[in-house]
């Protein structure tokens, strides 16, 4: 065993490899714990990685999140079932669209008023969920692009991703932090000249994919760092609850859409596509075939949503009294109005007591609800299943035996969201 | 769809199934706490169940349980046990849907933990002991995982106040920590 001046001396590089002795080579490597994170590039900003290292090798990872919790289950507790609909932008702050639809699903499925939902107000939440999942896929590849190098990947999705957040702006009055979506429908209808703004929009989406999909997939670069890095069997992926294209990637048939239908999505034609290595080349490409089949299904959705009318199937809201608030020219004219608007909006929509667990396919897999309501206008738990926490528990078994710069494709595809994993 | 597997669950161990009920369509099974590995792994190993995909963990806090519009002997009194433990799991190849439920009195929160049977649990369960106390007995690493280590008290039970700050760092513009106040070591 080498005394502490030789090691001093290897670490500090003043011999060759050449000059060794048999006993220096002969010594053990040491391992070493580092910190990654929470401030760290490639961590999203929220994730805190201590890696136990031999050399660039991974043996033993310990990942801690939390750096963004910011109590969603506890504030819920406090908040109107609307109230809580801004909470929820802020879970996945990617795809907010699709919270607020599994957020009012859920209530409208503990108040049993499910099917009685208008059929436009369900294409409009199609719509706008789907316009979502684009933008969380077009993030999540343009950021792990970006991470392996490829800055003009991302700079040409993000300004794809920036001519959805402009109609969705137009849509709901906020670029980010829609709550665009009500218990019984959403908030107004869509606004003029949408159906032609979006089909613009789709089309240049669909020119921006072809042009970076010819810059990546066959890139050798691209392809060394994600093809075999971060493998998945699909037992695993079943074991460890992964879901979405994680688990799609690893050839597991689970899409919520298909395998639990809700909404219109039994009415639209799309393919849920799979793949076979589970590793990351396989969730990009998973990703990159979404994006294409959510393309699909927004075309139908606009041939086929009813057009707007202030009665039956063309409303955007329900018409029942317990969630939906009264016309504004009643609020402003008749007393009772008023004080219905005035309950509506201070008590809350009031549920009947008792539990259910909804989820809907979010931008990562299944994103669920369990609410337990108590018969006030306030939800008595709210539980959100958020897909990257359970994600995320996964990627301490993943980068084991990887190298350190694995971790950074194997993050970016994981694409874990701080907001919705630390809730 | 699944009351069947309500049915098979009943009639395969029915000393610990201590009754089963389906609420806007979920399937709810209440689990003798000391049973409730066995009949997880019989949920996640038999043929005809296969539960080999899990959902979530989570507790709810029965403290301040008094439902609108139903009779009285629903409100929860101090007899009863405060915690609920829910365990979802989910069937891939029946498409079934399954909550396990168990029970927990509040001077003795431990429940078996399912992390050896469902590896997603592990993170889930830590998140349950961060946010409800429970303690998962068997579970191999229970420590906090949204907060830090020095955190006073469960944030989600019920009678934590909402309006309560322990920041990490000493800030005088915020209110004592109560609790910390009477600890030993002040």
């Known amino acids: ?423 | 769809m699944a009351k069947l597997v309500l049915d098979a669950l009943t009639a395969k161990f029915p000393q610990a199934v201590s009754h089963t009920e389906t609420i806007n369509g979920d399937e709810i099974a209440w689990i003798k706490r000391d049973d409730l590995h066995t009949v997880a792994h019989w949920l996640k190993t038999d043929p005809k169940m296969l539960f080999d995909a899990p959902v979530f963990v989570t507790a709810i806090d029965r403290l301040d349980w008094k439902p609108q519009h139903r009779p009285l002997a629903e409100h929860w009194t101090e007899d009863k046990p405060r915690f609920e433990v829910c365990f979802q799991l989910r069937s891939v190849k029946y498409r079934y849907r399954l909550r396990l439920k168990v029970s927990v009195p509040e001077h003795d929160p431990r429940c078996p933990s399912l992390s050896s049977l469902y590896p997603a649990f592990d993170w889930q369960e830590r998140e349950t002991f961060d946010m409800y106390g429970i303690r998962f007995e068997g579970h191999p690493d229970l420590r906090r995982i949204y907060l830090y280590e020095e955190f006073v008290g469960y944030p989600l039970r019920k009678d934590y106040p909402k309006e309560k700050r322990q920041p990490l760092v000493r800030r005088d513009d915020l209110p004592i920590n109560p609790i910390k106040a009477t600890g030993e070591d002040r």
């Open chain 1, 1 to 423: 065993m080498a005394d502490v001046q030789t090691l001093k001396q290897l670490v500090l590089g003043r011999k060759d490899v050449q000059d060794l002795t048999d006993v220096e080579t002969e010594v053990p490597p040491d391992l070493m714990t580092i910190n990654m994170g929470p401030s760290h590039p490639a961590m999203h900003g929220t994730v805190r990685i201590v890696l136990t290292v031999d050399g660039e090798r991974i043996v033993k990872s310990d990942v801690q999140p939390g750096y963004l919790h910011r109590c969603f289950e506890k504030e819920a507790e406090y908040a109107t079932y609307t109230q809580v609909f801004p909470y929820t932008d802020r879970l996945n702050y990617v795809s907010p669209m699709i919270n607020n639809c599994g957020w009012a699903m859920t209530c409208e499925k503990a108040m049993g008023i499910t099917s009685l939902i208008p059929r436009r107000a369900e294409y409009i939440r199609v719509i706008v969920s789907e316009m979502s999942r684009i933008t969380d896929h077009l993030t999540c590849v343009g950021a792990s692009a970006m991470e392996l190098g490829a800055f003009t990947a991302f700079l040409y999705f993000l300004k794809a991703r920036e001519w959805l957040y402009e109609i969705l702006e137009i849509v709901s009055g906020a670029r980010l932090t829609h709550s665009y979506v009500r218990v019984g429908g959403v908030s107004k209808d869509l606004p003029e000249g949408f159906d032609a703004q979006l089909t613009h929009c789709l089309d240049q989406i669909e020119k921006v994919m072809v042009e970076v999909e010819a810059m990546l997939n066959s890139n050798k670069i691209f392809r060394d760092r994600m093809a075999g890095v971060g493998a998945i069997s699909r037992e695993d992926a079943i074991a460890t609850g992964c879901v979405g294209p994680i688990a799609r990637a690893a050839g597991v048939d689970y899409d919520v859409r298909k395998d639990y239908p809700y909404s219109i999505y039994p009415e639209v034609e799309f393919d849920v596509p799979l793949g076979t290595t589970g590793d990351c080349l396989d969730r990009y490409l998973v990703r990159i075939e979404e994006l294409k089949q959510s393309i699909r299904i927004l075309r139908q959705c606009q041939k086929q949503i009813p057009p707007a009318s202030s009665t039956g199937e063309g409303r955007f809201m329900i018409d029942d009294a317990r969630c939906a608030l009264p016309p504004k020219t009643d609020t402003y004219n008749t007393i009772e109005s008023m004080i219905r608007h005035f309950k509506h909006v201070m008590d809350g929509i009031k549920i009947p007591a008792g539990e259910t667990y909804t989820f809907v396919e979010g931008g990562n897999g299944e994103l669920g609800f369990y609410l337990v309501a108590d018969g006030t206008g306030r939800p008595y738990k709210a539980y959100v299943r958020s897909p990257s926490f359970v994600h995320l528990s996964t990627a301490s078994k993943i980068i084991q035996g990887h190298l350190i710069a694995d971790i950074v494709p194997i993050f970016g595809m994981i694409n874990m969201i701080g907001g919705e994993c630390d809730k």
